[in-house]
Antibody, heavy 118, light 108 residues
Framework: EVQLVESGGGLIQPGGSLRLSCAAS????????MSWVRQAPGKGLEWVSV???????DYADSVKGRFTISRDKAKNTLYLQMNSLRAEDTAVYYC????????????WGQGTLVTVSS | IVLTQSPGTLSLSPGERATLSCRAS???????LAWYQQKPGQAPRLLIY???SRATGIPDRFSGSGSGTDFTLTISRLEPEDFAVYYC??????????FGQGTKLEIK
């Protein structure tokens, strides 16, 4: 059974850093596309970043240069390092797998809330 | 590419038919269009991919159709658990993945 469990969210001051984790089970993270998608309070969904099975990655313009996606093969875990955080980064962050195809997100974690505020 | 969903809110009763629209600002491949359902406090759930293929475990009252710039999610006969927010989504170029703003399906 595929499971994704995020952790690492919390309250952080503007300009601060935070690392989110997404522990996966039921499949191998490093062999698949994996993404982070966020949702600001009361708003819609926004794709943030993807890591490809080959190891490269891509980012939304809104986070490029500030966020870094990575994965640990031994821990079967996906990460999102978030630096220079802004108030507008406040959101629930979901990790999502793309096991069936790179074109859509087939399994989602429960999300972790990041609040950027002084 | 911008995805525009309509209506913003749809008020219907259980047993009725729901038709949700997603319009793309440019023509997209049907393979690139998906639909998700999100209930309050929960993560989104994949319903439809490739514009018309149901994801694993999705009841057959959910169906997707469309091509080019116009896509539709139809729920043939609403069940109480179907009242939620629905998002269309496309794989594109910049940004790689885009969502519509959502349609809230509420109980009338």
């Amino acid at each position: 059974e595929v499971q994704l469990v995020e952790s690492g969210g919390g309250l952080i001051q503007p300009g601060g850093s935070l690392r989110l984790s997404c522990a996966a089970s039921g499949f191998t993270v490093s062999s698949n596309y994996m993404s982070w998608v966020r949702q600001a309070p009361g708003k819609g969904l926004e794709w943030v970043s993807v890591t490809y099975s080959g190891g490269s990655s891509d980012y939304a313009d809104s986070v490029k240069g500030r966020f870094t996606i990575s994965r640990d093969k031994a821990k079967n875990t996906l990460y999102l390092q978030m630096n220079s955080l802004r108030a507008e980064d406040t959101a629930v962050y979901y990790c999502a797998s793309q096991l069936g195809s790179p074109l859509y997100f087939d399994y989602w974690g429960q999300g972790t809330l990041v609040t950027v505020s002084s | 590419i911008v995805l525009t969903q309509s209506p913003g809110t749809l008020s219907l009763s259980p047993g009725e038919r729901a038709t949700l629209s997603c319009r793309a600002s440019q023509s997209i491949s049907s393979s690139y269009l998906a639909w998700y359902q999100q209930k309050p406090g929960q993560a989104p759930r994949l319903l439809i991919y490739g514009a018309s293929s149901r994801a694993t475990g999705i009841p057959d009252r959910f169906s997707g159709s469309g091509s080019g710039t116009d896509f539709t999610l139809t729920i043939s006969r609403l069940e109480p658990e179907d009242f939620a927010v629905y998002y269309c989504h496309q794989y594109g170029s910049s940004p790689l993945y885009t969502f519509g703003q959502g349609t809230k399906l509420e109980i009338k």
